[in-house]
């Protein structure tokens, strides 16, 4: 499937994007870097599949969804900027390209989250979907790998979600073909009626999701037991959450009852509104810089270590802005005409793959020689903090974010000529506070310290194909 | 008489004896992951089938664990023909009744795992629900009660008869819940009373009226003046006390012992038992004329293994309701051996199960077929194989039949060709096509067989 989507690089589609890199590819379609003819700024670019765009009915729906996900005015939703439909008739839309991680990269790498953050995280979230649920857009697909977690300049946390309408495509798309066996993908974030199928999923299974979201977050654990697809599913629909309390200790009362009231298996037992949801959860809220995700070492990012030819654009980048935000300017067009009195830029976006996260890899470590086939200097920490890889199916996920033009938050600028990095620690340099956060990471359990958890999981999920998944339909299933 | 040409599609089970098996609409509908998926009519014409599997171009689209792209065909049944399910090469193989099987006919009953999912073929196909107050079940158990339903307002006697744990006293509660009688629902096991007391126990008695009566007793049927009694266990009554009973439910009063003049009573009776009160009165354990008299609407509850597909949901339920929110999650061999059990002690035993995994599982996340008693693996009869047809018929069967005993057959069947391959245990395709290439003359044979 790689092999026909790279087909593209080098196209220039609807007159003015010019493919110039391959990310990643799922089972509706692929997804390219994209750098605009004129204005010079980045995009990610997605085509839905040739063969799906065939069916009429599937392409008038891409097409609303992009309309709608365009039409969403919220700094926590990454929208859509364009649409349109290439020369051989496959139908694009043109995204936002952003930096930062997955909140399933985030929550990998953390174990869980502090309360403070993670009710943060996840009231911006609510944010964005009540955004969403205003215009009668109902995503459907919440979870940790839909929403993106960038850096302010300050270092705070920006949330994105992600995939606005792609849910729906999906459920379109298999409801056409499928007589039996409906519900895909993740079922662990899923509403009880959305589980059992039921035809009128609402703005609570919305909610419900945010609710097992953090509740995730906060415990480290999913809201239902099972290890595989059939068994989550089934508990959700026949049994309520396991309750948070009993997953995770010491948690404020309060809080606990707020998440519960969130995964009521009745919608009408849940929060009235995603925003009524983010309210609820004020008390908890605290807004503040957090230390940059600390990348671990995994297979897939050894692997990747083969593949290092995308590194070049990033290095240079990252070493001429050392910013310190994940949010680092990374463009290599940024740092040939560097204008570090231009305007602060909301998100940048970086693609980086397995061979950053080697990098990662090397950088976590602390100061050891980098391997060989990585030329990048350590002062890259923040580059490969930025990109994610899902190391149990080796694909790389980018995702766009553009600058909007009405983004209001301060943003990293640039390539603006940030402190340089203490390249003597050899961590990541890019933490504002520098000493508290690294020990308050050092106290953060990684992954390798929690036994079971995530990996566990994939465990028993893992031996999928390994079908790329950027819409995340892409469904972990076992091959039989 | 049909042509061999025409035949070409009759199927292997055209061979079993006419009537051997009644013509049930079967479904097989699913129960894992979820109940909500479409079920899968399996009623045909014998020669339909449908492909199961993960491939978008499966008639039966199955997403999930362990399934492969083309799992199993199901070839649907037919007025005396099972329906038949084979495996297609799938990885992780087809399972009937926890066995797995290459082929194998699909009877009521019949718990069908591929992979990640687990069906039960029912003739009842229909959503859980609950059926009367505080009773849960499918269609099968709905259509069972339906009559309680409509007598639950009237005060005919009723009786109640099922395996034990079915429910019965479940149902007998629904039935005064809804009877809207003022008065107590009361519920008496005959069997545990002494039968030296039990007609104390059931009339009531005067302060003296025997030894250590030192006070007096209304007894159950003045104490539950106004509303309903069950007598469960009924036939384990002695026959002298059978016969107050009758006298009770006759003049609507009681005699308690010890007192001159019998009390009027107002009370709604449901009898109840494990066997037909019928056979008891055949054994001479039951009044006939009692039997008469109680007799208003019968309601024969169904043990759990007559509706395989209700278990999950009540096991779903059970754990839910008893587990104070922290329950495990279930696997599909799990579900498998728990559908495939035959639970001779119904409910109740499942009530137990649910307890006992609770109890002894409590941390466990997710439950597998290992965290089943061992016991409960054993299901006597195996689902019966049969030869995938679509195939190779012709190398499909067993052994080779000669044209002579297809002739001795016939001529005993007086040249019925169906009853003869019956005999055979061929198919009927099969004895036309002897017959086409032996000049076998079936007229002739007919003949013959005249008298």
Redesign the interface.
Known sequence: MKERAERRLGEVVGGKYKITRFLAAGGMGSVYEAQHTLVKRRFAVKFLHPDLARKRELLVRFQREAEAAGALESENVAAALDFGVTGDGAPFIVLEYLAGVSLERLLEVEGTLPAARATELVQQACRGVQAAHALGIVHRDLKPHNLFVCRREDGTDLLKVLDFGVAKLETLETSA????????GTPSYMAPEQ????KSVGHGADVYALGAILYELLSGKKP????????????I???????LA?ACEGLAEGLVTVVEQALAAAPEDRPASAEAFGHALAPWVEHRAWPAPKLEATPAAREGESSSTELAPVAPLAEASGAPSLAVASLERERESSHPQRPPRPFIVLAGGASLLALGLFLSRGGAPPPQRSPVPPALAPAAAVTEVSHDEGRSRDVAAAPRARAPEPVAPLATGAPAPPRAVGLPAAEPAASSHRAARRSAPTPASRPGAKRENRGTLADAPAAPALFDST?P??A? | MRSAEGNTTVTEMDSRPFGARPAVPLALVWVFPLASEPRVELAGDGKRTLSLGRDDSSDVRLRGDGVSRQHALLRLGSAGAPPVIEDLGSRNGVRVNGEPVRSAELAPGAVVRLGGWVGVVTAAPGAFAEVAPGLWGGAALAACIAPLGRAAASDLPLVLEGETGTGKEVVARAVHQQSGRPGPMLAVNCAALPEGLAEAELFGYRRGAFTGADRASPGFFRSAEGGTLLLDEVSDLPLSIQAKLLRVLEQREVQPLGEVRPVPVDVRLIVAGQQSLAKAVQEGRFRADLLARVEGVTVRLPPLRQRREDVLPLFSRLLATMANGNTPAVESDFVERLCAHDWPFNVRELVLLVRRLLVLLGGESTLHAVHLPERMGERAPSPRSVEPRATAPEAAASEPVELPALVAALRASNGNVARASALLGITRQRAYRLMEGNAVDLDALRQEGEP
């Open positions: 073909a499928t007589r039996t066996g409906t519900v895909l589980a059992r199928g039921e239902h037991p099972g290890a595989s697809h059939n068994a989550i599913l089934h508990h629909s026949t049994q309520p959450a396991v309750p009993s469904n299933y076992r039989p």
